[in-house]
């Protein structure tokens, strides 16, 4: 009997961006002088791709290119070079718009009308049957406001009516955009798991957020970028080990610690003392470095790896503090942010 290979391959990305590029036009202050076209900010050579089902977490600080870069893979802004393809096939701006649901920034809903009503509306110029606003109605969580008027609605049902009309015509592809806007914890924790229940479904998501708590606990994979690039893409620990994180391990004591005796200087990262307790946050820290700490007297509560924020790894990748970024975030929680060159580098 003859024998039969079957060769098994993987399948094809669900979403697929390469190399693409988009820059601005700036227009010149003064219309009467005519002048050739000046390019501005923009997404410069973006390339990843996402599986089906898969949750993408899109960071970088304020005019990182975020909004830019979700708008040319909805098909909105027209790519300047590179491709978007679905499932290995290049696909057209067109093509995008009718596959692709994408929740803006900013949607302001105002007057009289109700949810059931916008909907309803935008099914019709979507050519879709409008006995399916219900079902969308249902699905976002909007059952008992449907037929309240916009301006009674609060900020996170004003979301949710957002994510309703992306998903009018059942896209397998959802980009929102900031949707924790003003979204108080329980209003934003409900919100994640209605994408996940969609995630669930097989719809692929990208969500652009400053709020990195919630973001980092939805996502599957991350993507850092940093003046139109994208410096860093990957799962929370692969993008962790890329940046050195992997050997960071937080030690907590009693009593007084001799730091520098047990580690080099620049191992040391930080450290607090009192006179009752010590913690510090070293680089390296082998099981030999465990035992000589304690050979040496020292009295150790706990010793573990550093897990690093979602700020503490955008802050490595584009060397931005704190202030730039404009980030939800407790300072409490992040790593100080060290260079291996000099201060004036």
């Not at 708008?71 to 692709?100: C, D, V, Y």
């Not at 979204?183 to 479904?201: C, H, N, T, W």
């Not at 730091?259 to 040391?268: G, S, T, V």
């Amino acid at each position: 009997m003859p024998h039969v290979y079957i060769a098994l391959a993987m399948a094809e990305p669900r979403l697929e961006v390469v190399e693409l590029k988009y820059r601005h036009t700036i227009s010149p202050r003064i219309p009467l002088f005519r002048r050739s076209a000046r390019y501005g900010s923009g997404v410069l050579d973006c390339t990843f791709s996402l599986q089906r089902g898969e949750i993408l977490g899109l960071v970088g600080a304020n005019g990182a290119g975020k909004t830019t870069l979700l708008r040319l893979i909805a098909g909105i802004l027209q790519r300047q070079a590179g491709e978007i393809r679905l499932e290995g096939n290049i696909a057209t701006p067109l093509e995008l718009r009718s596959i692709i649901g994408h929740m803006p920034e900013h949607v302001r809903w105002n007057g009289s009308r109700t949810p059931l009503g916008i909907i309803e509306e935008f099914c019709i110029l979507s050519d879709e049957a409008t006995n399916t606003a219900e079902k969308i109605i249902n699905l976002v969580g909007l059952t008992g406001q449907i037929d309240e008027p916009l301006h009674r609605l609060s900020q996170g049902m004003r979301q949710r009516l957002s994510l309703g009309v992306a998903l009018i015509g059942s896209p397998d592809i959802l980009l929102l955009d900031e949707p924790f806007n003003g979204l108080d914890p329980i209003a934003s924790a409900s919100f994640q798991k209605l994408l996940k229940s969609l995630q669930q479904k097989g719809v692929t998501i990208i969500v652009s957020s400053h709020f990195v708590h919630d973001l980092s606990q939805l996502v599957d994979r991350i993507a850092i970028m940093h003046r139109g690039q994208l410096v860093e893409e990957g799962t929370m620990e692969e993008v962790s080990s890329r940046l050195g994180f992997s050997d960071l391990y937080r030690i907590e004591g009693m009593g007084s610690f001799d730091i520098e005796a047990h580690f080099d200087e620049e191992h040391i990262i930080e450290y607090a003392h009192s006179p009752e307790s010590w913690s510090a946050l070293v680089r390296g820290a082998s099981q030999q470095s465990l035992q000589a700490i304690i050979t040496g007297g020292a009295s150790i509560v706990s010793w573990t790896p550093y897990q690093p924020s979602l700020v503490d790894l955008l802050r490595s990748a584009t060397g931005l503090e704190l202030e730039e970024m404009s980030f939800e975030v407790s300072p409490q929680i992040l790593v100080p942010l060290r260079g291996d060159g000099d201060e004036d580098e």
